[in-house]
């Protein structure tokens, strides 16, 4: 093999090593930036790319998917002097890869530092009950802060989560006794007032009950005296009655009234339930004629005819007797 032949052997081989450095392929979800002489001219994008052989070189290459950084645990003081243990995460997405390249020297560590930062700052200035319990607040207010601060590097923090806030132990131990005693409290309002209900709806129930029992006895006080009233208006009717007929000469009916009031009377003397023994006086043999006067006074108002005719009507049903007649007994006018 002549000299001829070996360089331009080395020319080809040449010439093959040169189109291959001089064409670049960007796989998906990457930037390449692209520098001459040690400066930055221009960014490849995903694809088949060009570049100068021997004069462009490949700077960086940035992924432009998003990427998850965790924030280590640190111990932050918060405004009332409790110190509690905070750890986290950020999302964060780079849209410009010259200035996420040379704006910054190591991002993943410039966002970390600037994250643990803002984190102290924003938990310090809240009370540990504002910690604990608005963890969405911190979240938007760290990243808002934190992307405001990256932004010059072209990036963009989408998102960053508080992820464990550890209070220490003793103070654990304290808000569990504070916790239980609000409850403890919870329960004897709850209890307390629901007594202070029960009394009142028992209280109003026996106001209830006393109004209706008093309108129960105006009632029946209305009831009894419109009764005494009608007993009057009837008394005073049969008096009047009889006062009438006593003013026409008929004596039988003042002997019915007087028979009806004294058998009353006895019959009172009677229901007694401390009366075992009733003494009847000589008087009593006066009711006898009362009940004569109230006999005629049948007679009067029916008829002699009626009273023979039920007579005569007795003695047609009854049995004759076998024996001899008994003495007829002569009547008391004889």
Do not use: C
């Amino acid at each position: 093999m002549s000299g001829f032949d070996v360089f331009a052997i080395v020319l080809v081989l040449l010439v093959i090593a040169t189109l291959f450095s001089g064409i670049k392929t960007v796989p998906q979800g990457w930037d390449w930036t692209i520098e001459r002489f040690g400066k930055y001219t221009h960014t490849l994008s995903p694809g088949l790319n060009l570049i100068v052989p021997y004069f462009d070189r490949v700077g960086r290459k940035i992924n432009m998917m998003e990427q998850v950084i965790d924030i280590p645990e640190q111990e932050v003081i918060t405004k009332d002097n409790a110190t509690v243990t905070v750890d986290g995460v950020a999302f964060f997405q780079v849209f410009d890869a010259a200035k996420a390249s040379y704006e910054v020297a190591n991002l993943a560590q410039a966002i970390t530092v600037l994250t643990m930062t803002n984190i102290r700052s924003v938990m310090g200035s809240m009370d540990l009950d504002q910690v604990l319990s608005h963890r969405d607040e911190i979240n938007e207010r760290l990243l808002r802060v934190v992307d405001a601060a990256v932004s010059p590097w072209g990036v963009k923090v989408n998102r960053i989560e508080i992820k464990d806030i550890v209070p220490p132990a003793d103070l654990v131990e304290a808000m569990g006794r504070q916790m239980k005693a609000e409850r403890v409290k919870r329960a004897d309002i709850l209890q307390a007032e629901g007594q202070r209900q029960s009394e009142i709806l028992r209280a109003e129930g026996a106001k209830q009950s006393q109004i209706l029992q008093a309108e129960g006895r105006r009632e029946a006080a209305f009831r009894d005296a419109e009764a005494r009233e009608r007993s009057a208006e009837a008394e005073a009717k049969a008096t009047q009655m009889v006062s009438d007929a006593i003013a026409k000469g008929d004596v039988a009916s003042l002997n019915y009234f007087i028979a009806d009031k004294y058998i009353k009377a006895f019959g009172q003397f009677a229901g007694a339930p401390n009366q075992k023994i009733i003494l009847l006086p000589m008087e009593a043999t006066s009711m006898l004629g009362s009940l004569a006067g109230i006999g005629e006074i049948a007679r009067a108002t029916f008829g002699e005819s009626a009273v023979s005719a039920q007579a005569a009507a007795r003695r047609a049903t009854s049995v004759p007797p076998t024996g001899p007649a008994p003495p007829a007994v002569p009547p008391q006018g004889a």
